[in-house]
């Protein structure tokens, strides 16, 4: 049953997926690994997409990821899916939530989960490079842009804006 | 303050969110906050660094908490249904359009190239990550144990590596707390003779 399945994946994702924003790519690789319900590269357009539409880049690329699965009913299970642990947790949580920062556990599971989650964004990072970055043109592009986003934060949409039209004159002239 | 009144202040704060959870907390401040007084400045730094603690998107979680705040569970479900309102019904339309799209030339060039901004950010992504997570040999250990077993066996779920993530941390923590209690025993101690 594809609904179910929807919502127990993304369930699993929003249990699993510590420190917000890109948090949930590693999950959502593993997803497209087992499942097959969108591509790698099916996952790096929804990406593309999430960051430059309005609402968290988590919400967006559950839904489009269920819309693209199963439809409209899809999108809404896997947003469901998504929530539904962190509807369960900040409503035990909230109003005894002061005591749980400074307790030791809380704040060991903190320290090892940081790297942890550091590492499970690089291995897709790693192979979206590997399946993108296919010629000079996107490697030029890829070194300039990192390279400017070091030195100034600007908003995603200026890099989308810049490898965008940077992809289409590519596509067009060669 | 009514129901209705929660869900739309966090749809608007839906709608007007862009890229990313960080970008949540100024808008956060700015409305609940300073317009609408519904929670302290306190408050709001408290929920949104326990949210960043949490599992799962920080934009969501920290609506739960202001709407709990508010109105308790049934407050925290009409923030939640606010702030994911927007986000949801865009990208509908935007998947359906997309499809129809994805099949140009120009448009898969566009996408392609998008595709390389997205690396950027993400590696942006890692590299702040890095910065506050990295910070002794342990914490390195880590880093190089989950890269090397995630690429080894390329099937595991992140999922079961952040479980024993859990169960790492919480057994580092019986430790961390075990010799907390030697020491001010110790000091104690200390203190009588």
């Known amino acids: 049953m594809i609904y179910l399945n929807l919502i127990k994946e993304f369930f699993i994702t929003g249990l699993f997926a510590f420190g917000g924003g890109y948090s949930t790519v590693p999950f959502l690789a593993h997803i497209s690994d087992v499942y097959h319900w969108y591509s790698q590269s099916e996952l790096t357009h929804m990406l593309a997409i999430a960051a430059i539409t309005p609402g968290p880049v988590g919400i967006n690329v559950a839904t489009y990821a269920g819309v693209k699965t199963a439809g409209i009913l899809g999108a809404l299970c896997a947003t469901f899916g998504e929530v539904l642990p962190a509807i369960i947790m900040v409503n035990l949580i909230a109003g005894v939530c002061a005591k749980y920062k400074e307790n030791v556990y809380f704040k060991s599971i903190i320290y090892v989960l940081k790297p942890v989650s550091c590492a499970l964004l690089t291995i897709p990072v790693i192979s979206m490079i590997r399946d993108n970055v296919n010629n000079i043109f996107a490697a030029v592009i890829l070194m300039c842009l990192l390279i400017y986003s070091f030195k100034s934060k600007k908003s995603p949409l200026f890099y989308f804006v810049i490898s965008g039209m940077a992809g289409l004159i590519y596509t067009l002239c060669f | ?193």
Not at chain 2, 26 to 54: C, R
Not at chain 2, 93 to 120: D, E, F, R, T, Y
Not at chain 2, 139 to 166: E, G, M, R, Y
Request: with cysteine; net charge positive; proline share 2%.
């Open chain 2, 1 to 193: 303050m009514k129901l209705i009144e929660i869900y739309f202040e966090f749809f608007k704060i839906g709608a007007i969110l862009l890229g990313g959870g960080y970008v949540i907390f100024p808008i956060l401040k700015s409305e609940l906050v300073e317009k609408k007084n519904w929670i302290t400045l306190d408050e709001l730094t408290e929920y949104f660094a326990l949210s960043q603690s949490l599992p799962g998107i920080i934009a969501v979680n920290t609506a739960l908490f202001v709407g709990n705040k508010c109105r308790k569970f049934i407050g925290s479900i009409f923030a939640l249904a606010g702030v994911i309102t927007a986000p949801v019904i865009a990208i509908i339309l935007i998947a359906n359009i997309l499809n129809l799209l994805v099949n140009s030339k120009s448009v898969q060039g566009i996408l392609w190239g998008v595709s390389i901004g997205i690396v950027v950010l993400l590696i942006n992504s890692v590299r702040d990550i890095w910065k506050t997570s990295i910070i002794d040999k342990f914490t390195f250990l880590i880093f190089i144990a989950v890269v090397v077993l995630d690429l080894k066996f390329s099937k595991i779920s992140p999922a079961h590596i952040v479980i024993a993530a859990l169960i790492i941390g919480i057994i580092r923590g019986y430790f961390v707390s075990r010799s907390l209690k030697r020491e001010a025993k110790e000091e104690a101690e200390n203190d009588l003779s």
